[in-house]
């Protein structure tokens, strides 16, 4: 269940003495005729190479406790919903309605995030074939082994409903979970499994794009990457792609609750996840959003659910 409040954590708010910012300063991108309306819920524009761009003050301490590690952002790295103005807010104000471990701050539609019911409904291979009943819905990709199907599980709080897999790359169809009657979580097939067949990896890559471009009820992507591991250029291209097909995307970084280790190059997920949102700046004008979770500790877990409903009710509205 979620919290009656909202979730908080230490977060220290970084301004620019020139910097005025408003829910005006993120101009949406003007949607192409079969673009839907989900993509205005996100700001950030793709660059057509990277760039050099200041990086995100992130600051966490040692503690292994990452809930209470605090945080740094500077307000420009914020993402900030449509229809939310934080102009007039003093910082330690706006620390309450930013959602922990994450640069997300909550808006007014940030409303029935329960999780009462998860239904599996059905699998398909061309979007086409896809649900029809128009419900709003969520796609979760990333890299196989990535920890997808734990992190759709840990949502739903149900151990077997995405069935997991010690070999990456079984997840071979879009598959559609029905919420609460009322939307949809997604699971597609992940990417980058040196393993798959040359044929299957390009079957999958066709209809995930396809998906992607040509889905009407698609209100966001929610892009895994593995926080544990150094940055993989993949995962760089992945995103790159959506940004420059204005697909809305959020990261999601997984697998938080690993600390420092040898085989990962000595970095803790802290570090990786700031060397990603650092290159991540060169493919977009503005920052994307992001959390960071954890499938073992169910960090992020009520913070995804906030996210998406405060997006879904915007959709539906709109």
């Known amino acids: ?19 005025a910012l408003s ?28 760039a050099t761009v200041e990086p995100i003050p992130l600051s966490v301490s040692d503690s292994s406790d990452l809930d209470d590690a605090p945080v740094e952002i500077s307000l420009d790295k914020l993402f900030i919903p449509p229809e939310t ?26 409303r029935d995030a329960q999780v009462v019911q998860a239904d599996y409904v059905k699998s398909s291979v061309k979007t086409e074939d896809c649900p029809a009943d128009g419900l709003p819905e969520f796609a979760l990709v990333g890299r196989s082994n990535v ?40 699971d597609l097939p992940g990417y980058g499994y040196a393993s ?8 999958w890559n066709k209809f995930t794009k396809d998906y992607f471009l040509n889905r009407s009820t698609l209100v966001s992507v929610f892009l895994l990457v593995d926080a544990s591991i150094p940055v ?8 790159s792609w959506l940004g420059q097909n204005q697909v809305p995307m959020t990261l999601i970084f997984t697998k938080c609750d690993k600390r420092k280790k040898k085989k990962n190059g ?53």
């Open 147 to 186: 920890g997808k199907s734990s992190l759709l599980n840990s949502l739903v709080r149900r151990k077997r409903l995405a069935l997991t897999s010690k070999k990456p790359g079984k997840t071979q169809c879009i598959n559609h979970f029905r919420i609460n009657d009322k939307w949809y979580l997604v």
């Open 232 to 239: 993989k250029p993949i995962d760089l291209e992945y995103a």
């Open 85 to 110: 103005d934080i102009s007039g807010e003093d910082p330690a104000s706006l620390t309450t309605r930013i959602l922990k471990g994450s640069n997300i701050v909550l808006s007014k539609y940030a």
């Open 23 to 50: 829910s005006s300063h993120f101009n949406f991108l003007n949607p192409k005729p079969s673009v839907t309306v989900a993509r205005a819920l996100f700001s950030f524009a793709s660059k057509s190479s990277l």
């Open 266 to 318: 000595g970095k803790k997920p802290e570090e990786n996840i700031k060397e990603f949102q650092d290159l991540i700046q060169g493919f977009f004008e503005t920052t994307p959003p992001w959390i960071m979770t954890s499938s073992v500790t169910n960090q992020g877990r009520d913070e995804i659910l906030l996210h998406m409903a405060q997006l879904r009710n915007y959709w539906l509205k709109h």
């Open 196 to 203: 798959a067949p040359h044929e299957l990896k390009q079957d």
């Open 1 to 19: 269940m979620i919290l009656a409040q909202l979730p908080r954590f230490h977060l220290s708010i970084l301004a620019k003495p020139s910097f």
